[in-house]
């Protein structure tokens, strides 16, 4: 299986969808996870959710299919940034 990356941004002022900023495939995929991994972003793995993603044009927002599958990842996110601000 070749690796797979996608990076999302949500904006909550412009309260849009999110939008694809990165995403790609083999050595691509690899950049976007050192860059996430050197500012600390969080990593999360579904490898469905990339598949649909990597397909996305960049700086788009994500089809409405894909709203909830997104949202479960956010709701991930945000639980990790409260574990972690509560343990520093």
Known sequence: MQNKAAALK?????QGAPKVIA????AIA???IEKAKEF????FANEALVNSLVD????HEIPA???KAVVEVFVWLMKN??????EA
């Open 10 to 14: 949500y904006d909550k002022a412009n």
């Open 40 to 43: 600390n972003v969080p990593i």
């Open 56 to 59: 996305l044009d960049i700086d």
């Open 65 to 67: 299919e894909l709203y």
């Open 81 to 86: 940034e409260k574990k972690y601000n509560n």
């Open 23 to 26: 995403s790609g495939k083999g």
């Open 30 to 32: 690899k950049k976007i």
